[in-house]
Nanobody, 123 residues
Framework: QVQLAESGGGLVQAGGSLRLSCAAS????????MGWFRQAPGKERALVAA????????YYAGSVKGRFTISRDNAKTTVYLEMNSLKVGDTAVYYC????????????????WGQGTQVTVSS
């Protein structure tokens, strides 16, 4: 079992930055692919960024590529999402998730989820 807890969300002006953290307990995230997803009101939850077990493979949604960076510290069992040049369209609840697979981009293969953290970007 894995427990995930996100932190770092908040209110920021467009163009600003935030850093989300996801702390894991239980089964270590050092054996899992990790992803950040987001869900805006009225929209489906979508993958924003993912990192493989080794950290050598990463994925970014087109809308965030070049602005967001995912990283992991397996020793600290923590995954981060650095978000720069934030836009109003980035407003959503952001969720951290862990998969038992070493690498996947499929939302249905992420079994463990955090409670989410709200990110609001104002114009």
């Amino acid at each position: 079992q894995v427990q995930l807890a996100e932190s770092g969300g908040g209110l920021v002006q467009a163009g600003g930055s935030l850093r989300l953290s996801c702390a894991a307990s239980g089964r270590t995230v050092s054996s899992s692919a990790m992803g950040w997803f987001r869900q805006a009101p009225g929209k489906e939850r979508a993958l924003v960024a993912a990192t493989s077990l080794s950290g050598t493979d990463t994925y970014y949604a087109g809308s965030v590529k070049g602005r967001f960076t995912i990283s992991r510290d397996n020793a600290k069992t923590t995954v981060y999402l650095e978000m720069n040049s934030l836009k109003v369209g980035d407003t959503a609840v952001y969720y951290c998730a862990a998969s038992p697979k070493t690498w996947t981009l499929r939302i249905d293969e992420y079994e463990y989820w955090g409670q989410g953290t709200q990110v609001t970007v104002s114009s």
